[in-house]
């Protein structure tokens, strides 16, 4: 089956500094999404792409949704404390269907 | 608005009791839904998905099982449960292509 390759697998950053993570597939995808999971809670949809080339921002992050549609980054500026968490990329495949694959997450710690 | 609901929120259960877990969804209709397991913190297995009432798609063969009384609720369950079944129990909905998770159930087997 299709899978996404998320890197970094880690991240231990201080406090301000900017923070990138990125998917990538051998699969062309429709759809990119990225979430943000606490500890103990469920994941949170952050940003929803759904086109080639498409820039999307909320608040400190910006995602792309790459030219060839087989990956995708998130960036986050400046980051807080409470920015501390699990980064998921998802992607729903060309065909529509109606399961979309995960990465394996990004765990992003950051240092006051 | 649309809210998941999932209960109950964590479970220690013996070795080779029964289980059921419930998910419901308020503020849409037709939704699909999902359940997954996650382990250690990383990694989305989706488990189960369905498209509409009683219908269920499995993704893992195991001893779990998953149904769909109504449109909105969503159940997971198990006769007998492993000391492999710990984990952390999501339910999702999506409407075409973005999910939604609820916040998930804890379950030890003890």
Redesign the interface.
């Known amino acids: 089956g299709q899978q996404l390759n998320q890197s970094p697998q880690s991240m231990f950053i201080q406090e301000g500094e900017d923070v990138s993570m990125n998917c990538t597939s051998s699969s062309i995808f429709n759809t990119w999404l990225w979430y943000k999971q606490d500890p103990g809670e469920g994941p949170v949809l952050l940003i929803a792409l759904y086109k080639a080339g498409e820039l999307t921002s909320n608040g400190r992050l910006t995602a792309q949704f790459g030219i060839t549609r087989k990956d995708s980054f998130l960036n986050i500026s400046a980051s807080i404390p409470s920015d501390v968490g699990i980064y998921f990329c998802a992607g729903n495949t060309q065909g529509g269907s109606e399961k979309l694959v995960f990465g394996k997450g990004t765990k992003l710690t950051v240092n006051p | 608005s649309q809210t998941i609901h999932q209960w109950p929120a964590t479970l220690v259960q013996p070795v080779g009791s029964p289980l059921s877990l419930e998910c419901t969804v308020e503020g849409t209709s037709n939704p699909?839904l999902?359940w997954y397991r996650q382990a250690a913190?990383?990694?989305?297995q989706?488990l189960f998905?369905s498209?509409g009432i009683g219908q269920i798609s499995s993704e893992v063969p195991q001893n779990l099982s998953a149904s769909r009384p109504q449109d909105r609720q969503f159940i997971l369950s198990s006769k007998k449960l492993l000391l492999s079944d710990s984990g952390?129990y999501?339910c999702?909905w999506?409407g075409q292509?973005?999910?939604?998770?609820?916040?998930?159930t804890?379950l030890t087997v003890t």
């Open positions: 699909n999902y913190g990383r990694g989305l989706l998905y498209v952390f999501l999702a999506s292509y973005e999910q939604y998770f609820g916040p998930g804890r």
